[in-house]
């Protein structure tokens, strides 16, 4: 069965600090790696994916997040944090195939501070 | 841009009493999900189908949970008794049936159950 760890559960970070959420899955097989978002009273949404290719990833605003097989991991970082980024952030993913539902990790609740 | 609608946002109900929950899919998506979300956790899977199909519900507690996509488009989720370890956001997300596997959300149910 896959699983996802996110070590981080809460982090506070100033105003154009640098962010690293890190992220782990197990799973021995191809995977599909995603990043969710949810801004306070909004629903998930799609941050960026990693489905094959370049390990190195871009998302929306400004994200980006690196997959490195060999230890397992889809780190999210981001260079120059914003308060508009509070948010909670969470790690999923799925077999290779697509068709199996996410898995989703405990999420990493980040506050920034103005 | 098409969204997930689901119905109702919140809901409170006394354990042992029934409760269903409504998702409207954006149009085409073969794919529907039930999610429940404990507060400060990650989404969990209940239920995953394929058009009118159920494809994973291993998750689902059968003894009081039940699924449903009579037609293949929307979903209804009920609870019956409800209990109160069942209070949690109740999401729905759909997707295209692809490999891509990436999922849509509505806003959430939420049930509080006392």
């Known amino acids: 069965a896959q699983s996802v760890s996110q070590h981080n559960h809460h982090v506070i970070l100033s105003e154009a600090a640098s962010l690293e959420l890190g992220c782990n899955y197990s799973?021995?097989?191809?995977?599909?790696l995603f990043w969710y978002v949810q801004y306070p009273g909004q629903h998930l949404q799609l941050l960026l994916k990693?489905?094959?290719?370049?390990?190195l990833v871009k998302g929306i605003k400004g994200f980006e997040a690196e997959f490195i097989k060999s230890k397992f991991s889809f780190n999210l970082r981001k260079p120059s944090v914003q308060w508009s980024d509070t948010a909670e952030y969470f790690c999923?993913?799925?077999?290779?195939?697509?068709?199996?539902?996410?898995?989703f990790g405990s999420g990493t609740r980040l506050q920034v501070q103005p | 841009e098409a969204e997930v609608a689901q119905s109702p946002r919140y809901k409170i109900t006394e354990k042992s009493q029934a409760v269903a929950f409504w998702c409207d899919p954006i149009s085409g998506h073969a794919t529907l999900y039930w999610y429940r979300q404990i507060l400060g956790q990650g989404p969990e899977l209940l239920v995953q189908f394929q058009d009118e199909s159920v494809v994973d519900d291993s998750q689902l507690p059968k003894d009081r949970f039940s699924a449903e996509r009579l037609k293949g488009v929307d979903s209804t989720l009920k609870i019956q008794p409800a209990e109160l370890g069942d209070s949690a956001m109740y999401l729905c997300a759909s997707s295209l049936a692809t490999p891509t596997g990436e999922l849509f959300f509505g806003e959430g149910s939420r049930l509080t159950v006392l």
């Open positions: 990693y489905f094959s290719g370049d390990p």
């Open positions: 799973y021995g097989g191809t995977v599909n």
């Open positions: 999923a993913v799925n077999a290779g195939t697509g068709r199996r539902a996410l898995t």
